[in-house]
């Protein structure tokens, strides 16, 4: 599997007039759980939209393994799941998948295979079809899930793969997550959830469009002297306000 | 081209699987011309006249053959009938020469009893001899080039209307589709993927076009076959100008989605998009408007289909002598086709 390392430098990215990131910068090194935190309006879906390639930047750069993103030839490797469903609400869970799974040139008896294992995987099986207007909101995440995995890619870019789902299908997703790091994937992923956080390899604070910290969970705590990820947080928050308001 | 394939496998077993839009697509348009040729044709044809005096016997036989005749005792009595609403008109044999008054509100009634009393007249010159040799051979005979004398008004705007009831069910089914799948992230989800937004696009247009052909099949079908509009064109040359305005329609909805946040906003397209087609693109006879009007009737594709359809279906002419029309329609198609993969490309980044 290749490397997919992901480099954000100096990224800034503004609606209008309001600057969602400014100069954000990021380095996420292959084989790694990165997880971005921050409250909402932070800025984290935009920075994961240019991951992505759905969004361009005004300034800075994104380059995944090596090439500037938007690159059509990343597409294959790369998987993307977003904070809304994004699903034909009309067809069966198979008729979603096999939809995308053949955009991404899988076809045949192998699309079968990979099909049924992101089926297993996300414990949909027996649900396959059924109308996606029919599924709960924690199967349709799961199934939003399935189709960001099935041409197992190796950079998984996830928008806050987690809400909506039992504690129990939670720890599921995490060892997977785990297993697919472990496998040589890279995963970033969006989270307002502390515990989550904590499970992270590293840890990048997000507040105002900025990326306030960047590190292992414990050494963010260190840094700033607080007990766990939840405190820390507040504290860099804080101080940021703080420096805001001398300067002003 | 397997990606496109994809897309348009997808959207066919979409539309499939959603009984509501497919009776969208096929009975609501059949609806409306059946509607339309009800109003059109429902017109009054046998007027009611109210006669007073005496008219020669032939000609009361023949009026009575072509309107209801109401006998009227006197002129007042005659005048009150038509103030009533009771009789189309007066015709007043007591005065000479007769004198035929109408109610006049409603031209169309007028029109009418005019040519009912020259049907009449035609008639009873015919029944005798000598008014025949007095004015006979002077008489201009008519002869349609096209149509029929027992045409409708419905039939000179049917082709049009044929074309534009096409336009107007794709373009919003189209148009809605493609805002939600903006709206629903499912578009982001695609472009994600290694399908490019011209893809996308022919994979759209492949998509809608096997329900725009249907659409169109069942259309032409009815409007031909069961209504009875003269069609002296060839089914298939005919098909071919509807398919490829089906083509624009789609084009245009998928492109004016772009600027649509939500269905209500796709809806306000309609005035812009879709009302002014109907207004200056060949339902009206646009020859004596004014001159911004027929410049503006110019930049609709609708304009060149319907002067197309037309042409065909009342005056038999061939896709070779049209093929102008044709081009122009299909230029439109590429001009939003493109325009619709640049919008595309904009979302990805």
């Known amino acids: 599997m290749s490397s997919m390392n992901v480099s954000v430098r100096d990224v800034t990215v503004r609606f209008e007039k309001r600057a969602a990131l400014s100069g954000a910068t990021l380095e996420i090194p292959p084989g790694s759980i ?79 295979e990979k099909m049924s294992a992101v089926f297993r995987l996300t414990r949909l099986e027996g649900e396959e079809n059924k109308r996606v207007k029919n599924y709960s909101g924690g199967m349709r995440k799961r199934l939003s899930l399935a189709v960001a995995l099935v041409h197992g890619p190796a950079l998984l870019i996830l928008d806050e793969p987690t809400v909506g789902i039992d504690p129990v299908l939670r720890a599921e997703f995490w060892d997977e997550f785990r297993k697919l790091r472990d496998a040589g994937t890279t995963l970033l992923l969006t989270t307002h959830v502390m515990d989550e956080a904590d499970r992270c390899d590293r840890l990048a604070l997000i507040f105002d469009g900025r990326v306030l910290a960047y590190d292992t969970p414990a050494e963010v705590c260190r840094a700033v002297g607080a007990k766990n990820t939840e405190e820390a947080f507040l504290t860099l928050r804080a101080r940021t306000h703080d420096r805001e308001a001398a300067r002003a | 081209m397997r990606n496109a394939l994809s897309i348009a496998r997808r959207i066919i077993t979409q539309i499939g699987m959603d009984t509501r839009t497919l009776a969208l697509l096929v009975i609501a348009p059949i609806a409306i011309i059946t509607l339309l040729w009800v109003v059109i044709n429902g017109g009054l044809s046998t007027p009611t006249i109210a006669v007073t005096g005496a008219p020669p016997e032939a000609f009361r036989t023949e009026l009575e053959k072509n309107a209801k005749v109401l006998d009227a005792a006197t002129t007042e009595e005659g005048i009150q009938l038509v103030r009533d609403q009771k009789a189309d008109a007066l015709l007043d ?211 060149y289909a319907g002067h197309a359809l037309r042409e065909m279906m009342l005056r038999g002419k061939s896709l070779g002598e049209l093929w102008l029309d044709l081009v122009v329609v299909l230029g439109f198609a590429a001009l939003f086709i493109v325009l619709n993969a640049l919008s595309i490309r904009r979302v990805r980044a």
């Open chain 2, 93 to 303: 044999y007591s005065t000479s020469p007769p004198k035929l008054t109408l109610d006049g509100a409603d031209p169309s009634v007028s029109a009418v009893v005019g040519r009912v009393i020259q049907k009449t007249s035609l008639a009873f010159i015919s029944t005798n001899p000598i008014l025949q040799a007095m004015v006979g051979s002077n008489q201009p005979t008519i002869e349609l080039l096209h149509g029929s004398a027992t045409g409708t008004a419905f039939e000179f705007i049917a082709p049009v209307m044929m074309g534009f009831v096409i336009f107007f069910f794709i373009f919003i089914l189209s148009a809605i589709s493609f805002l939600r799948e903006r709206t629903t992230g499912t578009l982001a989800r695609i472009l994600v993927t290694p399908a490019t937004p011209m893809q996308l696009v022919v994979g759209y247009m492949l998509g809608f076009g096997f329900f725009a052909a249907l659409q169109t099949v069942a259309i032409q079908l009815f409007t031909i076959w069961v209504l009875g509009i003269p069609a002296v064109g060839s089914f298939a040359e005919i098909l071919v100008v509807n398919l490829a305005l089906c083509l624009v329609a789609l084009s245009m909805g998928s492109f004016v989605s772009a600027f649509a946040q939500n269905e209500f906003q796709v809806l306000q397209f309609i005035p812009i998009v879709v009302v002014p087609q109907v207004l200056f693109a060949g339902i009206l006879d646009l020859r004596q408007s004014p001159l911004w009007v027929q410049v503006l009737s110019r930049i609709f594709p609708l304009t």
């Open chain 1, 34 to 112: 990165v997880g971005l935190l921050g409250p909402s309006g932070a800025g984290k879906t935009t920075l994961i939209r240019c991951i992505a390639g759905l969004l361009r930047p005004q300034e800075g750069s994104v380059t995944v393994a090596g090439l500037p993103v938007p690159d059509r030839s990343l597409a294959a490797r790369v998987g993307y799941m977003a904070q809304e469903d994004a699903l034909y609400p009309d067809l069966t869970g198979l008729q979603n998948l096999r939809f995308f799974t053949s955009l991404y040139g899988v076809r045949g008896p192998a699309a079968r």
